[in-house]
């Protein structure tokens, strides 16, 4: 079966900060992979996708990602940090059975200090 | 075009009750999946329907249950609640096949509390 691993619990960073959150997948074949934010009470949003082609995604809010089948990552990255983005974020894989399923990461905590 | 509605937002129940949960999803999405999201077991999948058929399933005990409508409309049931339910629910709708592969659209969820 396939997994998602996301070995930061929580993270803090200083508003206006580079961040970069890791996410490694387990799977075969070429993955879709997926990165969702859960705002505090909220349901969770769509972030960016990749499929395949351009290894660099670029999502919403500013963020992006990079898939790199050799490391069997797809860490999420912004330049900048708002406060807003204070949030969890989830990676997210379809396992391919005979029909898709999302499998989610154990999610990341972010919060941004001002 | 309006988003995933859940009802119940929030709900109280003891030991031993069972619970419905309602899940609308947008317009034209025929899949709709459910999740449980615990702080200590994270998002767990619990099954997805798909013209009213349940196509997936979790590994969850056969106290959840759900069904679909031809509406595409959604319910899960919870009988003989447990302390351990309790938990945010989320539903999610979405289009089947590529390039909609995976990306689902969330309601703000149902959190249940079992006293």
């Known amino acids: 079966a396939q997994s998602v691993t996301q070995p930061d619990i929580h993270i803090t960073v200083s508003e206006g900060a580079s961040l970069e959150l890791r996410c490694n997948y387990s799977y075969g074949a070429t993955p879709y992979l997926f990165w969702y934010v859960q705002s505090p009470g909220q349901g969770l949003q769509l972030l960016l996708k990749y499929f395949s082609g351009d290894t660099l995604v670029q999502g919403i809010k500013g963020f992006e990602a990079e898939f790199k089948r050799s490391q069997s990552s797809f860490n999420l990255r912004k330049p900048s940090v708002h406060w807003s983005d204070a949030a969890e974020y989830f990676c997210?894989?379809?396992?391919?059975?005979?029909?898709?399923?999302?499998?989610f990461g154990p999610g990341t905590s972010l919060s941004v200090i001002p | 075009k309006a988003g995933v509605t859940q009802t119940p937002r929030y709900l109280i129940k003891t030991r031993g009750q069972q619970v419905t949960l309602s899940c609308s999803p947008i317009?034209?999405?025929?899949?709709v999946s459910w999740y449980q999201q615990t702080p200590g077991q994270g998002l767990q999948f619990l099954f997805e329907y798909f013209s009213e058929t349940q196509r997936n399933k979790g590994n969850f005990p056969g106290r959840f249950s759900g069904r679909q409508f031809s509406n595409s409309r959604s319910e899960m049931n919870v009988s003989t609640l447990e302390l351990g339910d309790s938990a945010l629910y989320l539903c999610?709708?979405?289009?089947?096949?590529?390039?909609?592969?995976?990306?689902?659209?969330f309601g703000e969820g149902s959190r249940l509390t079992v006293l």
């Open positions: 317009s034209g999405h025929r899949s």
């Open positions: 997210a894989v379809v396992e391919k059975t005979s029909y898709d399923k999302v499998i």
């Open positions: 999610a709708s979405s289009l089947v096949g590529d390039p909609d592969t995976g990306e689902l659209f």
